[in-house]
């Protein structure tokens, strides 16, 4: 497994661009199971999750083709409405298959989905909405077995809010008979793109972006066309990346709407936000105001966002208080922040971050997507070299981002634990 090797103390300057979004492509590639044709999506990005997704819709008879950002999908060859453990286990985000093989089909047979281990993430809410809408559920041997002969429209009400279920509802109503009303929905802007080009293709589905989401089943969907939104997790860690080293860089393709929390905070943190024609342009301070926050659903602060705003809080003025409401889990990177020398204490579901002058480079390991992008941020900052071990983690949620560092000026190269000999170079 490959380590990232990071010499830190080195202000980014320069400007790069933002990737499209991980979580607007995986829905969208999974949408493409509801309509027979030749789907076409842009601007999607290089990820080990993409490549995951595009076998698993092979795997079920689609035709995939990947190259510079496109992505085409044939679905003329569908014949098979089962997704195997072997490619579900590393990505939870494959459970999206179940609510359009299910509309679409009447069968589904869909291992249960695995990927970062921050807690508990079931997927009890999808279930239940396929149940409302007459399909039968069943559970054997690990896989989750859902049929029905025609899903019908139904009132839903989450008991609590998620991303996924939201979408895989969407997607399962499309084609049903009637009309189904989904309520506590998830606003992120992700399920929004979802809505938005399902109904370019014919879908009838209003309320995307608010708590309660209608769909009218039609009968038929045209295939998808669309352009992956950027991502806006892998915005703010940009963003982050420039701030935590003092830096000045532009971030060019972001939707500041998309990103108000993020903002706010980081302005609250003494960064410097200016937005100019195509993005934003940061600096970094001195040293960041300690500042307290708590994640919570769009459009609040998101959890994504929690480890690599921890990173930055490790090196402010005083002391910040984060609160995570999302995952109970989700602070196995602050462990890996101590090894660089932060001052980090768990209570519970709250972490207080005493910040101090300095960090200072050490060997740490990656426990998930976005811990992974916190240690590359504090490795950033940190004196001396850190290296980032179980780095496949970071390339299933950021297209190249040592790459898009060291074109800031970052000094960051990717080795072999084995054969290492811990020497960084210099970017051109």
């Known amino acids: 497994m490959q380590q990232l090797i990071l010499e830190g103390g080195v202000a980014l300057r320069g400007r790069v661009a933002v990737s499209g979004a991980k979580n607007a492509a995986l829905p969208l590639m999974m949408a493409t199971l509801l309509a027979e044709g030749d789907h076409q999506l842009d601007n999607v990005p290089d990820l080990a999750d993409v490549s995951t997704s595009a076998r698993l819709l092979e795997s079920l ?20 409405c089962e997704a195997p453990y072997d490619l579900v ?69 989450f008991d609590v809010v998620t991303v996924t279920g939201t979408e895989n509802l969407i997607m399962a109503a499309v084609l049903a008979r009637g009309t189904t009303v989904l309520r506590r929905a998830a606003r992120e802007p992700e399920v929004v793109q979802l809505a938005e080009v399902l109904n370019a293709s014919g879908a009838r589905i209003e309320g995307a972006g608010g708590e309660e989401i209608r769909v009218e089943g039609v009968a038929g969907l045209a295939p998808l066309r669309c352009r992956v939104i950027p991502d806006r997790i892998e915005a703010g860690t940009l963003l982050l990346a420039a701030a935590i ?43 960041p105001r300690a500042v307290d926050l708590e994640t919570q659903p769009h459009p609040g602060f998101p959890t994504d966002m929690q ?32 090894r660089l020398g932060a001052r ?32 590359v941020l504090a490795g950033l900052a940190a004196e001396g070299c850190t290296a980032v071990q179980r780095i496949y983690h970071l390339d299933r949620g950021y297209q190249g981002l040592d790459q898009k560092l060291r074109g800031l000026g970052a000094c960051i190269r990717r080795a072999s634990p084995a054969c290492d000999d811990q020497r960084t170079v210099r970017a051109a």
Not at 253 to 269: F, N, S, T, W, Y
Not at 313 to 327: P, Y
Not at 352 to 375: C, E, H, N, Q
């Open 245 to 287: 080293t003092r830096g000045e860089v532009i971030v060019e393709g972001l939707v500041p709407g998309h990103l108000v929390a993020v903002l706010d905070k980081l302005r609250e943190a003494g960064v410097s936000l200016e937005p100019v024609e195509g993005g934003m342009r940061v600096r970094g301070p001195e040293r």
């Open 89 to 157: 286990r590393t990505m939870r985000a494959s459970v999206l298959c179940l609510g359009p093989l299910v509309g679409r089909f009447g069968l589904a047979r869909v291992a249960l989905p695995g990927g970062c281990a921050i807690g508990a993430r079931p997927i009890d809410q999808h279930l239940k909405g396929l149940e409302r809408m007459g399909a039968r559920v069943e559970l054997r041997h690990g896989y989750v077995e859902a049929s029905a002969r025609q899903l019908r429209g139904a009132e839903i009400d």
């Open 344 to 375: 980090i204490r768990i209570e519970g579901s709250r972490a207080i971050v005493s910040g101090v002058p300095r960090l200072s480079g050490a060997p740490v390991m990656a426990t998930d997507l976005r811990a992974s992008a916190s240690l």
């Open 61 to 80: 008879g689609a035709a995939v083709q990947y190259r510079r950002g496109r992505l085409e999908v044939s679905t003329h060859g569908l014949c098979r």
């Open 307 to 338: 480890a690599q705003f921890m990173a930055l809080l490790c090196l402010a003025d005083g002391t910040s208080s984060l609160c995570e409401h999302i995952f109970e889990n989700r602070y196995m990177h602050a462990l890996e922040l101590e």
